[in-house]
């Protein structure tokens, strides 16, 4: 049973840093590409980053030169590295890992106020 827990979430000033961790179980995690997803109230979720079983990785616009995917195999998880964050970065953050279907967690609340 695949399953994906989000963690790191919380209150961050603008301009801080914050780092997500979402750990994967019930597969090998170097076997499968994972995309943190961003969602607010009233949207639909909207895709931050990727990470390649390669490494390669890709980001969304908004969030290109201050977000910074990256993973971890050996510990089965991957992160997401928030720098300059702004207030428009407030979101629920959900990892989305792609296997023979896809597997979401439940995410965690950033929060970025003064």
């Known amino acids: 049973q695949v399953q994906l827990v989000e963690s790191g979430g919380g209150l961050v000033q603008p301009g801080g840093s914050l780092r997500l961790s979402c750990t994967v179980s019930?597969?090998?995690?170097?076997?499968?590409?994972v995309a943190w997803y961003r969602q607010t109230t009233g949207t639909q979720r909207e895709l931050v980053a990727t990470i390649l079983t390669t490494g390669t990785t890709r980001y969304a616009g908004s969030v290109r030169g201050r977000f910074t995917i990256s993973r971890d195999n050996a510990k089965s998880k991957v992160y997401l590295e928030m720098n300059s964050v702004k207030p428009e970065d407030t979101a629920a953050y959900f990892c989305?890992?792609?296997?023979?279907?896809?597997?979401w967690g439940n995410g965690t609340l950033v929060t970025v106020s003064s």
């Open positions: 989305k890992l792609y296997g023979d279907t896809e597997y």
């Open positions: 019930g597969i090998d995690l170097s076997m499968a590409p």
